[in-house]
């Protein structure tokens, strides 16, 4: 009973425009004042211990490195090499959006800077194009979602970090899932361009111009091999890889593209430093809310709830997707796996599922609730990109989210697409 008035009261403050974070805290207070189930000591305590956790320092370290990258340049230099590839054919530009989401998701780590820098270029270039600018907004919208399931991911971060789980092996293992969410986005690009008459350029490709914009995007595509490598080199922790990778952008930045000038870093630090607190109050609450709901044996009720469904892996795991869908809908991704993971870790290991398995299935769940409104944050930013309304934006965008699940569901089916190359690459540096 607790725990229910606990959530009433959650979503009732969400409701009204109260910040997550501190949504989560005053419902908490709310519940104690009629039953002082523990103290508020004790749950200040577990908030500060919370924060005093070093891998968790990973994430504004890669919430300023995608600014970074956005700002110096790099994203339109990676749009360049995935023109070369892909821009001639039919769809030729909604593919190379989709292509040059996976390469920027490669470097900042979260949906909505990958859908701001990547759509920013793209949608006035599709319309350009003769592109509909409805259509050029959902492809835009629903790609950038490939910006948490490419490493590094702030989900997969924060999911290490709520669970125990090595946030190395998480990265890893969104490699190879991304690239198959990916290739299917553009084989729905290809038929639904086709079908609407947007015809590439019929410009061949070229390994001449190819090698060319390769070499000058360069520098930004050794970002992921500098971080996973030197992670799975054993060079530095992802915490530590997360402060290679803001040295290394302002580097290339300021001395090596020159355009990111230093009248430029206060406005990219102070936005980072606002979305950086939102995220850290988040997380402090979200670990008193755990707490919270193991005192209230909320874990153990869940499991045994789900356990008078049926006890086979694929039923549980099946609900468990369908309620995250709907979960991304109306919650923030960090706010959704800081205070769900840590639940639905304990209800699913017993069943056999990887906790990094299940790690990337979270992630690309709650991924396509960027693109489901109500919350729909990257609907939000490419609408405030291209200026069309949401629900333009949401119709247009149904194939690919439609195939965004069927994606899930190949993840969920085929745990090995997920698991191979982690383990591969122990075995490997072992």
């Known amino acids: 009973m607790l725990a229910i008035l606990l959530l009433i ?8 425009g109260v910040p997550i974070g501190v949504s989560i805290g005053l419902s908490i207070i709310g519940v104690l004042l009629i039953n002082p ?5 004790y749950l200040g305590q577990t908030m500060v211990t919370s924060l005093m956790n070093f891998p968790l320092l990973a994430v504004p370290f890669f919430m300023l490195t995608g600014s970074i990258m956005e700002t110096g340049g790099l994203s339109r230099r990676l749009v360049a090499v995935a023109n070369t590839i892909v821009g001639g054919g039919t769809g030729g530009l909604a593919k190379v959006t989709v292509i040059t989401c996976l390469f920027f998701g490669a470097i900042s780590g979260s949906a909505p800077a990958t859908v701001a820098a990547i759509g920013g270029i793209m949608i006035p270039m599709m319309v350009k194009e003769r592109y509909s600018i409805d259509y050029a907004a959902g492809v835009s919208a629903v790609s950038g979602g490939l910006g948490v399931i490419i490493p590094p991911s702030i989900p997969f971060v924060l999911y290490g970090v709520s669970t125990g789980t090595s946030i190395g092996e998480l990265f890893v293992g969104g490699v190879i899932p991304g690239c198959i969410i990916g290739g299917l986005l553009m084989i729905v690009s290809h038929i639904t361009s086709k079908k609407r008459g947007y015809f590439g350029t019929g410009e061949k490709f070229s390994f001449k ?22 992670i799975y080199g054993g060079a530095f922790t992802p ?6 990778s803001v040295v290394y952008g302002l580097f290339v930045g300021i001395f090596v593209y020159k355009e990111l000038k230093w009248k430029d870093l206060s406005k990219v630090f102070v936005d980072n430093g606002i979305l950086v607190g939102a995220v850290i109050i988040t997380a ?3 670990t008193a809310l755990g707490t919270a709901f193991s005192f209230m044996q909320v874990p153990t009720q869940i499991a045994n709830a789900i356990a008078m469904v049926s006890t086979n892996k694929y039923v549980v795991m099946s609900i468990v997707a369908v309620f995250l869908l709907f979960v991304g ?4 991704v960090a706010a959704a796996i ?4 840590p639940i639905l870790v304990q ?9 990094i398995h299940f790690g990337i299935i979270m992630t690309i769940d709650l991924a396509i609730g960027f693109v489901t409104p109500p919350v729909a944050m990257n609907l939000f930013v490419a609408s405030g990109i291209s200026g069309v309304p949401v629900n333009r934006i949401a119709v247009n965008a149904l194939p690919f989210i439609i195939t965004f699940i069927f994606g899930l569901i190949v993840i969920i089916m085929f745990p090995q697409l997920t698991l191979w190359l982690p383990e591969f690459l122990k075995t490997f540096s072992g």
Request: hydrophobic share 65%; net charge negative.
């Open 347 to 355: 209800v699913l290991i017993p069943l056999g599922w990887n906790p």
């Open 239 to 244: 915490t530590e890889a997360a402060v290679v």
């Open 209 to 230: 111009k190819f090698f060319n914009a390769l070499w000058d995007a360069k520098w930004a595509m050794l970002v992921p091999v500098i971080i996973l490598g030197g």
């Open 9 to 16: 009261g959650f979503f009732a403050f969400l409701c009204i």
């Open 284 to 286: 402090a609450t979200a």
């Open 338 to 341: 800081l205070i769900l993971a």
């Open 329 to 332: 809908m109306i919650m923030d």
């Open 37 to 41: 189930f523990t103290s508020y000591s």
